[in-house]
């Protein structure tokens, strides 16, 4: 963590308001301070790891009419790519420190796109007069957070969404 990170979470932690943020009630999950271009810094921080998503690449079914139970395979040939990506117009350098945030600190596994499909495939058994499903596609971390940009007295806040996939992953049900 940076020195100046460091110092908002120790000041967010002893309940100190810093520039004209308000003080929230629990320490981020992670932060960042910087600077950019013409005099201005930032500061960004991951407040909240939201329940993660998936995006479905691939869907498919086996209905088993027989009257036994029968050996089913679900196998991808498509693929989808998935990317990462923050939900507000930040500049890159934020962005960039943002997507560092999540890899280090929330969950390393995430990069910055991951494709599905690559003819991966699932046995199982189909139990007779019943249905199963097959899902194939890539699993995302959420997060949300907040930017600071410090332009002289002009403080401005703006909120984003960020997310960024982890794992290819197959849902049978």
């Not at 600190?105 to 690559?118: L, P, Q, W």
């Not at 058994?125 to 199963?132: A, G, I």
């Amino acid at each position: 963590m940076r020195r100046a990170a460091l110092v908002l979470a120790i000041t967010a932690l002893a309940g100190v308001a810093v520039g004209n943020a308000p003080v929230s009630a629990s320490p981020p999950l992670w932060s960042e301070c910087g600077k950019l271009p013409y005099a201005r810094t930032y500061c960004s921080s991951i407040t909240s790891n939201s329940a993660n998503s998936r995006v479905i690449a691939y869907r498919d079914s086996i209905q088993n009419l027989t009257r036994t139970s029968i050996s089913a395979s679900c196998s991808a040939d498509q693929s989808k790519t998935v990317r990462w990506g923050v939900g507000a117009s930040l500049e890159t350098t934020i962005k960039a420190g943002i997507f560092g945030g999540i890899k280090g600190e929330i969950n390393a596994s995430v990069g910055r796109e991951t494709t599905t499909g690559y003819t991966a495939s699932a046995t199982f058994k189909v139990p007779r007069n019943e249905t199963v499903h097959c899902d194939r596609g890539v699993v995302k971390e959420i997060v949300r957070g907040s930017t600071r940009i410090m332009d002289g007295p002009h403080v401005t806040t703006q909120s984003w969404t960020a997310s960024a996939p982890e794992a290819a992953r197959w849902w049978i049900y």
